[in-house]
């Protein structure tokens, strides 16, 4: 998003910022994969982790 907020093709004088939007965004990136180790889980469990959260959050505000 940070890099769309530039436009798809930047300005020269723009170039820098992007670099450095670049940056910015790998370092997070990499900070969130140390701080929270990332691991690949299956679409099932994904969406019935989802639904089940989801479905707490209704019953919890009916």
Partial sequence: MLRGA???RPA???AAVAARLD???GD???DMERQYEPRWV???AQTNLHTQTM???ARAAV
């Fill in 28 to 30: 997070w990136c990499q």
């Fill in 42 to 44: 299956p679409l099932t």
């Fill in 6 to 8: 530039l436009g798809q």
């Fill in 23 to 25: 940056g910015l965004v």
């Fill in 55 to 57: 479905l707490g959050v």
């Fill in 12 to 14: 020269p004088a723009d």
